[in-house]
Structures are given as structure tokens and as C-alpha cells.
């Protein structure tokens, strides 16, 4: 599959020197940036779900705009490359599949007086963490060629981002699902059987878009919880608002009310990975407040790459690298970080870098998905093709499909709009989880996750520390950091 980049590297106002500055880990310009992401993702959940809040829905913007949302907005140009029978666990056969992209898609200079040609320029070739890696190991093993072309430097590889946010829902359930607490009040796998989310329960691995799902309630439910503890609520219902600030017919006088209301709920409620481990602290508060961190991290991602925001996606992987670190997710820490360094080391390359990594399949604003979460859905559909040639099936009769698969997806879609198939579709599989989020947070609030009563604890997490990157090795981790620097500078320069 071949996606056309709808933003150019002609349209970056950066220069290079502020990428060779920009920072590897999450420095205080990126703890900002998320901060005011948080503020908005955090209003938007406050006004939907308590009534008093709905004069304030106005001041949380539907979409968070960047410097290209326009461009981000229109539909992506694909085009289906067919397919090549290989298999990319093989180094010989990889090898001929990046030949085989090279020679038929990589544009190419002229060649010189010996007959060779070198590259004129490399174009990005996405995948798992597993396909780039097995990418770049057969580019080292092409090291030997004469000039680029060679060495197979006509395509860069990259990892796509729906695998990569899957391994951190994966890592979600490691570190707050234990499989013996599911009868204790407020924890995730009580969560899951208190709501009924047996579809969610064989986790992100086997079912994600329903552990999604789930993860997005349970989210908007911690997140209602907080806000009436913080305001002193009671139920749902209940009007915390002022009245000089409920009939203040100024919007200006309220969203500066609202959006200081909500920082100081984030600031109490969230954790700054800066905090180190008390005895005495409340374990359980702990726990809800280490897991509305991280589940606020995922939504922010999700957020990013619906809107096509690449620069907040890459605020984002700042600390996505720190978590896939610290719980053993070491490929894809590599991954993160040496995407970042190539940034550094080869500016040239970071506009694409950041902002080639969506497709919008629809024209609408705030409808990206990932270009790997694409390509998923087009092998499912491919295989459906493929499975109505019974008997006829053969490597040419496949090959021809997959070439018409757009094409072909495109004529079934309008005919399934137009005899209203598809619109009944999509409404069955989106649902309302208001309700759910509703009972959630009024059982939260039963609870008193967020109350502070010191030495309280989950029997499976006795000593649950707000903080998750304490359990990490901070000196490994910065030996780590230099062995990759290094690495990174000899590669990229």
C-alpha cells in the first residue's frame, strides 16, 4: 500500500537547529505542551458527563487544531502495490522485497559512467516493530554495495503507530490488571467484571478494540469521579458551579474559571513521575492516580492520531519510551528513540518522520488512523476476496485482487450507503457507553478512590506506587541512553 503525503517538507517552519535541540526525553516544553492537551481532554469529559458543566461545553474545542489540521482534513490518495510472495522472517527473502520496492518505487539519479545509478531520494516503508527491525537488518547485511542503491538505502524503515500503541495497552494491563483482583473494589479486573466486559477480558492482545473501549470508560469515569471529589459533589446532578460564574453572560469569565478548575484537578489528581516512594501514603489513591495517568496518556495518542497531529503524537512517545523501558518493551524503547536521534542527527528527514504516519480514508476532519491500522483493514478485506475464489485461487488471481482491493472496497461501501447498510453498521459497533461511565464513576465515588487515608491498600498491590517509573534502573537507564547515542551518531552521520 501507497499513501500520498499530503504536507511537504517545503511547508516546515522549523529549521534545522531546533531539531538537533529538541529534547529526547520529556523536558519541560514537552511537559507543557501535554499539560494543555490534558486540560482539554480532561474539560471535555467533565462537561459531558455532569449536567451543571454543559454551559461550559463551548469553551473545550471539539478538536485540538495544529498547523496543519487543514491538510490533515483531506482525503488520503492510496494506491495498492499488489503483493509480493515472500516472507519477511527470511533475511534472503526480506532482502528481495526491499529490492523489489527499491527498484519499482524509489526515484533514482542517472546513471554514471560505470552503468550505476544512486538514489535520489529515500521514501518511508512503515511496519511493526518486527518489520523495521527485520528492515534494517537487511540493509546492514547489503552494507558491502558499491553506492546506495546497493545498500538499499532507497527506503528508510519506520514503525507505524497502531502496533506501537497496542503494546502499551498492553502494558496497561500488565502493570494494573492482577488476575486475583477482580474482588476488589476499583481495580481494573473489578472494573471489567462490574461492568459486564466480558468481550474486554481476554485483553489488548486478543480483543483490543473492545479492551479500548473499555479502557475509554473507565477512563471518563475516573476522570467524573475526580472532578465531584474535587468540587464536593455528592451525585451527578449536584450544581457546584458559582452563580456569578453561571450567569455570567461573558464566555470569556468562564472558560477562565473552567480551564483553572480543571488544571488544579489535574495537578491533584495526576501524577508527574517526579515523586518518590512514602509508606505512609494511600496505595489505593496511589493506584487510581498512577492509572489515570497512564489512561489519559493512551487517550492523548488516540486524540493525536485521529486529528493527525504528528508534533503531539511525538510529545506522546517521550514517555511512551520511558514505560516501554521501564516494563521491558526494549525494541520498541529502541524504536522510539532512534527515530528521535534521526531527528536530531538528520533534520532533513524529521518532517516526514512526524507528520507521515496518518491516512484519512474520508475526507473529515479528525477521522486519521494510522497507515498499519489501515493496511489491517485491507488484508481483512483482501482475505474475504480471496476466500470467494475457492478453487481458483492462485498466486496470479490473488495478485490481481490485491491490486483491485481499493477499488473494489470502494464500489461495496457505496453499495452497502446506498441501501443503508453500512450507516446501520457502524452505529451497532460504536454503542453509547454513557451509562456504563455513569455507574462507574458513582461506584468510584462510593469507594472513595481519591480519598487520602494513609497505609490503605489493594491486597494484590500492597505497596502500589503513584510513581511507575520509580521501579525503573535510572542508572542502566542513562548508560543505555549513552550506548544508544553513540550508536545513533555513527549511523546517522
Known amino acids: 500500500m501507497a499513501v500520498l503525503e499530503r504536507v511537504h517538507s517545503s511547508q516546515d517552519l522549523r529549521t534545522a537547529d531546533y531539531y538537533k535541540q529538541m529534547d529526547v526525553l520529556p523536558g519541560p516544553k ?29 469553551c473545550f474545542q471539539k478538536h485540538i487544531e495544529h498547523a496543519f489540521t487543514k491538510e490533515m482534513s483531506k482525503k488520503s490518495e492510496v494506491e495498492s502495490l499488489g503483493l509480493l510472495f515472500k ?89 494494573f490488571r492482577d488476575k486475583g ?18 468481550n474486554a477480558k481476554p485483553g489488548p492482545d486478543k480483543a483490543f478494540n473492545h479492551y479500548k473501549d473499555f479502557t475509554d470508560v473507565e477512563l471518563d469515569a475516573q476522570v467524573t469521579s475526580c472532578a465531584m ?22 464566555g470569556d469569565v468562564k472558560s477562565e474559571w473552567i480551564y483553572d478548575q480543571v488544571r488544579c484537578i489535574i ?23 498512577a492509572l489515570l495517568t497512564y489512561n489519559i496518556m493512551l487517550r492523548n495518542i488516540n486524540d493525536s492520531i485521529r486529528e493527525g497531529d504528528g508534533e503531539r503524537l511525538l510529545n506522546c512517545y517521550k514517555y511512551a519510551l520511558l514505560f516501554y523501558k521501564c516494563f521491558g518493551r526494549n525494541k520498541y524503547s529502541y ?25 484519512n480514508t474520508t475526507g473529515i476532519k479528525g477521522r486519521n488512523i494510522s497507515l498499519d491500522l489501515h493496511l489491517e483493514h485491507l488484508n481483512h478485506f483482501l482475505k474475504e476476496l480471496l476466500g470467494s475464489l475457492r478453487g481458483n485461487l492462485s498466486e496470479k488471481n490473488a495478485d490481481r485482487k490485491s491490486k483491485a482491493v481499493n477499488n473494489t472496497k470502494y464500489l461495496i461501501e457505496n453499495l452497502e450507503k446506498n441501501y443503508g447498510i453500512a450507516s446501520i453498521y457502524r452505529s451497532a459497533r460504536r454503542g453509547d457507553f454513557s451509562k456504563d461511565v455513569i455507574r462507574l464513576a458513582v461506584e468510584y465515588d462510593n469507594i472513595n478512590i481519591w480519598g487520602n487515608i494513609p ?36 549511523l546517522y552521520n
Open 181 to 198: 483482583s477482580g474482588n476488589e473494589a476499583g481495580t481494573t479486573a473489578w472494573a471489567l467484571n462490574f461492568l459486564h466486559k466480558t
Open 229 to 250: 471529589k474535587y468540587f464536593n459533589m455528592t451525585k451527578i446532578e449536584d450544581n457546584p458551579i458559582p452563580a456569578d460564574i453561571s450567569i455570567s453572560s461573558s
Open 30 to 58: 514537552t511537559q507543557k505542551a501535554l499539560f494543555d492537551d490534558y486540560t482539554i481532554l480532561f474539560g471535555r469529559i467533565i462537561v459531558k458527563y455532569l449536567p451543571a458543566f454543559d454551559i461550559f461545553k463551548k
Open 267 to 289: 495537578r491533584r489528581f495526576t501524577v508527574t513521575y517526579t515523586s518518590q516512594y512514602n509508606g505512609n501514603k494511600d496505595c489505593i489513591q496511589s493506584y487510581h492516580k
Open 455 to 490: 497505609k490503605r491498600s489493594y491486597e494484590s498491590y500492597p505497596e502500589f506506587q503513584e510513581n511507575l517509573l520509580n521501579k525503573m534502573d535510572k542508572g542502566n537507564f542513562v548508560s543505555w541512553l549513552a550506548k544508544k547515542k553513540r550508536e545513533f551518531e555513527v
Open 335 to 359: 524504536s522510539i528513540l532512534k527515530m528521535i536521534y534521526r531527528m536530531k542527527l538528520q533534520p532533513s528527514h524529521a518532517f516526514r518522520l512526524i507528520w507521515g504516519r496518518f491516512i
Open 87 to 175: 516472507c519477511e522472517t527470511k533475511t534472503s527473502e526480506m532482502i528481495q522485497i526491499l529490492e523489489n520496492l527499491q527498484e519499482n518505487y524509489v526515484p533514482k539519479s542517472e546513471k554514471d559512467e560505470k552503468g550505476l545509478c544512486d538514489t535520489f531520494v529515500d521514501i518511508p516503508f512503515g511496519g511493526d516493530q518486527l518489520t523495521e527491525e527485520r528492515a534494517v537488518n537487511s540493509q546492514k547485511a547489503r552494507l558491502d554495495g558499491e553506492n546506495d542503491l546497493e545498500k538499499l538505502k532507497g527506503l528508510s524503515p519506520k514503525f507505524e503507530d497502531w502496533h506501537a500503541k497496542k503494546c502499551l495497552y498492553e502494558v496497561k494491563d500488565g502493570v
